[in-house]
């Protein structure tokens, strides 16, 4: 005969409650922050005049990918210390907003200019074009025909119905709650 | 998975009465308790998403370790376990032959053969918890294929974006079924404003479509008309849509302050400068918040005239839907161009976006009589039938 005391199912719950909090609490304390961004590590640079000023132009991954995200330096020989410009972006994945603005120093590289963490989001032909001016006077000039080739990972189509299963859920949920309840042949008082 | 039927009101409310109804403080600890530790994750997580969007508009450089993203997962981590606790006090209780009322987050649902009895609200809201835990995974995934783009309409940040708003639908239901004690309709007072927040951006899923309007001015304008109307046909009481106005205006006007303020105290803690060329612009996520005391003014008139006229508030609602609807459509690019001298609205374009008001107001007003009906559903209060 087993004469062991079983504790009832009940404290086993409470138990198990009291487990879950010990474990969130302790996980939340351990989950320090850090804010240690990772420096932009340029794998291929081409080569523009701007005027009187030689611009290179830095990509972090190359070849570029439609709708991968890297960043992207412009940095003109000698600095960008005295120096100002505008950005001149053109290509199938440019929006309307983006095609001209003005060049900023990038945000983990900021003896540069540049675009941090920015995606293309269509393959095809790009220029980057730049209107710089400085000590020696006003210049412009593109770099043409810089090419992004078509998106990596699985088709768009499937990665959106994933993503949008917690709604269809939701939905489902809604439905088979309507059904149940039939809220339009209920009275309401408000 | 089992579920037990959720009914009508009038079916219930003889349960109901008969049911071990808590009123007494004591025993509404825990659900109190419950409640608002789901509420609190839901609040910290509205926090962390505007203080995320503010740090990449104004500093950018993003891990996966940052303040304002250890705050979105620790919202929907709190939310999460204390709807786990929740259900696991519902299964106790039920197994101890003194099941939870249906005031504690609404009629039980069987999980799992009966090992777990879930209120429907705290399932809701553990669900979505758990959602946003898988898509998180799902996130580190895309990143790895796409890199670490700071962008709402990727499909695994609008799937986490969605199941944070199940976590705090289910915040509201959980009130909705505790309506008729003062914490449920405070509570109602306080979710209803983060909903309203946060739900416009998942319509950021349509930002690549060309489309006529901004998908993200008609999810403000159809959120906000829907969630307006239905919090305050939950509470039932004068006021109730004045109440979520001013505590939406509250929760905006801190929002408005804490944001740029977090960004900027993080980036000099962090040695890291602001972007260059920053335009004078109102933080990104509080100034997309409707303000809209001028609407809840109207809704109470609105009801008011159900009320005292004995209108069919069923048939009436689309139409006070499409008055709230086209009063937040018209009120918005003016909050817009009074708040951001970088904004300016062609004609045509306000022009299409009061159409939209008032189809999607219609819509909302439509969808809000079904949804107070059916949250009422989920604890018939004796008083209301």
């Known amino acids: 005969m087993n004469t062991r005391i079983r504790p009832p199912r009940t404290r086993q719950y409470h138990r198990l409650a009291v487990a879950a909090l010990v474990t969130a609490a302790l996980s939340l304390a351990g989950a320090a922050p850090a804010m240690a961004s990772a420096p932009v590590k340029v794998v291929h640079t081409e080569r523009v005049q701007v005027g009187p000023y030689g611009v290179t132009v830095g990509f972090s991954v190359w070849p570029i990918r439609a709708m991968r995200s890297l960043d992207f330096t412009f940095l003109p020989d000698g600095g960008i210390v005295g120096k100002s410009g505008k950005l001149l972006l053109n290509g199938p994945g440019i929006k309307p907003d983006e095609r001209v603005t003005p060049l900023v120093r990038h945000p983990r590289k900021l003896d540069s200019w540049g675009l941090d963490v920015k995606a293309l989001n269509a393959p095809g032909a790009y220029s980057f074009g730049f209107a710089i001016d400085g000590p020696f006077g006003h210049g412009d000039g593109t770099l043409q025909g810089v090419t992004v080739l078509n998106q990596p990972g699985p088709p768009l189509g499937s990665s959106w119905t994933v993503g949008s299963l917690p709604f269809l859920g939701l939905v489902v949920v809604l439905v088979v709650a309507w059904r149940r309840i039939r809220p339009g042949r209920q009275p309401l008082a408000i | ?385």
């Open chain 2, 1 to 385: 998975m089992e579920t037990k039927p959720l009914t009508a009101p009038s079916a219930n409310a003889a349960a109901v009465r008969a049911g071990p109804l808590t009123n007494d403080a004591g025993s509404t600890m825990g659900p109190r308790v419950g409640a608002s530790v789901v509420l609190l994750g839901t609040i910290i997580t509205t926090l962390g998403i505007s203080w995320d969007v503010q740090w990449h508009k104004m500093v950018g450089p993003d891990t996966f370790f940052t303040l304002p993203h250890l705050l979105l997962y620790s919202g929907s981590a709190i939310a999460g376990i204390a709807s786990l606790v929740m259900v696991l006090m519902a299964t106790s209780a039920q197994r101890a032959g003194h099941p939870m009322p249906r005031t504690v987050g609404g009629p039980p649902i069987r999980l799992l053969g009966g090992t777990f009895t879930a209120p429907f609200g705290y399932l809701m809201a553990g669900v979505g918890a758990a959602l946003f835990l898988l898509y998180g995974l799902a996130d580190l995934w895309w990143h790895s294929i796409y890199g670490f783009d700071a962008v709402l309409n990727s499909p695994s940040h609008i799937a986490l974006f969605l199941s944070i708003s199940i976590t705090m639908l289910g915040s509201v239901a959980i009130f909705a079924a505790a309506r008729d004690q003062r914490w449920g309709q405070l509570g109602i007072v306080l979710a209803i404003p983060i909903l309203i927040t946060f739900a416009p951006i998942t319509t950021n899923a349509f930002a690549n479509l060309s489309l006529p309007i901004d998908p993200t001015i008609v999810g403000i304008i159809f959120f906000s008309s829907l969630l307006l109307i239905m919090g305050a046909g939950i509470l039932r009481r004068p006021g109730g849509a004045i109440a979520i106005a001013a505590a939406l205006g509250i929760l905006q006007a801190f929002l408005w302050w804490f944001s740029p303020w977090a960004a900027v105290t993080y980036a000099a803690a962090v040695g890291l400068p602001l972007r260059d060329g920053l335009a004078p612009q109102p933080p990104d996520l509080p100034s997309a918040i409707p303000m809209f005391l001028l609407v809840a003014a109207v809704v109470e008139a609105l009801f008011w005239m159900i009320r005292t006229r004995g209108l069919n508030a069923r048939k009436v609602m689309p139409l006070v839907g499409g008055v709230t609807g086209l009063i937040v459509a018209d009120t918005l690019p003016l909050q817009q161009v009074l708040t951001d001298p970088t904004a300016s609205f062609s004609a045509a374009t306000v022009a299409v976006i009061g159409v939209a008001g008032i189809l999607f107001g219609l819509l909302a007003g439509f969808l809000a009589a079904r949804f107070i009906t059916m949250l009422r559903a989920l604890a018939p209060d004796p008083k209301e039938v």
